[in-house]
């Protein structure tokens, strides 16, 4: 129950929590006149970024997206074991036959990784820029060398690479944040396997919570939901340039 004393001193922390962010979200915006976020779905309060440019015309002021990432939190279920009894059927057979033929290993091969994902993204038709491919790598690179980045393989009893999936870690949660499958093996549900690996691992680990890092694209969307997250809202925010 919320008394009045703990009342007081919520509404004290959220406008103290908003007159400072507000502070540095309009540091930004003066000093470079533009900025990009994707935010977390932990963060409740955007208003600091709609106070920005309040009064001026509509594109001059921030513009705010709705997105939907999945999140899965460990501790409603007793166990991995429990866990799995929720998900999909059809994930649940796909893991029983794939387990047959496919083992997990940690890989510190960055080029794998980079080759499998680009191929899986040409075979929709879909072709990285070199910008978005620099980025990509720095990510990885860095969060491998950093120690808070995992790249784990799924291979097949020839040791052929099925899938590699990217997560990121902090103290609380996995991030689901790159999948590569490997075009000629998308039928045999290694990424299926992987992917119950890595979240019984988090398990094993005793992490709070695995975040699927976005279930808004129909199909793939639903591949993730059906691992049993949850949809939950999280926002970008971009202030464009001046014109």
Known sequence: MLDAARGRRRFRQIQQGAIAAAGFVEALADRYGQFAFVHSWA???????????????????????????????????????????????SRRQQLSRARRRFTAVETGDVDLFLDIHDRAYARHGLTLSDESRALRRRIVDGALGGGFGRLTAALDEHDAVAAVYFWLYDRQTAH?????????????????????????????????RIDFCGVDAPGHGDYKLSFNCLPTPFFETRLAPPA
């Open 43 to 89: 963060l409740a309060d955007l208003r600091p970024f709609l106070w920005v440019n309040a009064g001026s015309p509509p594109d001059a002021r921030v513009d705010v997206r709705l997105r939907y990432t999945g999140i899965l939190e460990t501790g409603d279920f007793a166990g991995f074991d429990d866990y799995l009894s929720t998900v999909a059927k």
């Open 176 to 208: 689901h944040f790159f999948a590569a499958n490997e075009p000629t093996q998308r039928t045999a549900h290694g990424s299926t396997f992987l992917l119950l690996h890595l979240i019984a691992d988090a398990f094993a680990r005793r992490l709070a």
